[in-house]
T-cell receptor, first 117, second 117 residues
């Protein structure tokens, strides 16, 4: 149980285009999902907290108009990187918290490798 | 604000040797603590977690960790390392208080483990 999927696993796009990444909780409901970014040889940095049915909460320094987050259902959150640039190339990882467990454990997706040319 | 320090960026051990990865945290109350492992290009796998109770926590793959409040530490140990343990290990602290910080994870910088045959 507690499986999180991400799609796509890899994406290459041209500079200036937008890319959408999906995060799904496959066998549980998640009112809260988190989006992280990991640059090569670095740790995970929280970008935003996504709450079902409400606006996402962004961490300081993260542009909300560039990284659009939609959490339309209890099993799906999407991150759209708008007008992507090469510096947005990174590994994006989502996680989800199972509301039924009632604790602070997050389950992580396998990540999406974004390369912007 | 919560923070995590993993003092060792890179550790090399011989297969069969014991292992200890250090983690120190800063948090105003009793934290939720986690250890994750990440293989190259992959997502995060939870090794073990501490929420409350017994301060010695057993995890998967033969790993254990001990929560020491007096030292603000949560070091990861394994008595005999296998070649397949080579990966990057992340310690994380989660907020257990309510409000906007609840559920947020702060990760340490990571420790890369190399295992020599």
């Amino acid at each position: 149980g507690a499986v999180v999927s991400q799609h796509p696993s890899r994406v290459i796009c041209k500079s200036g285009t937008s890319v959408k990444i999906e995060c799904r909780s496959l066998d549980f409901q998640a009112t809260t999902m988190f989006w992280y970014r990991q640059f090569p040889k670095q740790s995970l940095m929280l970008m935003a907290t996504s709450n079902e049915g409400s606006k996402a909460t962004y961490e300081q320094g993260v542009e909300k108009d560039k990284f659009l987050i939609n959490h339309a259902s209890l099993t799906l959150s999407t991150l759209t990187v708008t007008s992507a640039h090469p510096e947005d190339s990174s590994f994006y990882i989502c996680s989800a918290r199972d509301i039924a467990r009632g604790n602070n454990e997050q389950f992580f997706g396998p990540g999406t490798r974004l390369t912007v040319l | 604000a919560q923070s995590v320090t993993q003092p060792d960026i890179h550790i090399t051990v011989s297969e069969g040797a014991s292992l200890e990865l250090r983690c120190n945290y800063s948090y105003g109350a009793t934290p939720y603590l986690f250890w994750y492992v990440q293989s190259p290009g992959q997502g995060l796998q939870l090794l073990l977690k501490y929420f409350s109770g017994d301060t010695l926590v057993q995890g998967i793959k033969g790993f254990e960790a001990e929560f020491k409040r007096s030292q603000s530490s949560f070091n990861l140990r394994k008595p005999s390392v296998h070649w397949s343990d080579a990966a990057e290990y992340f310690c994380a602290v989660g907020a257990n208080a309510g409000g906007t910080s609840y559920g947020k994870l702060t990760f340490g910088q990571g420790t890369i483990l190399t295992v020599h045959p």
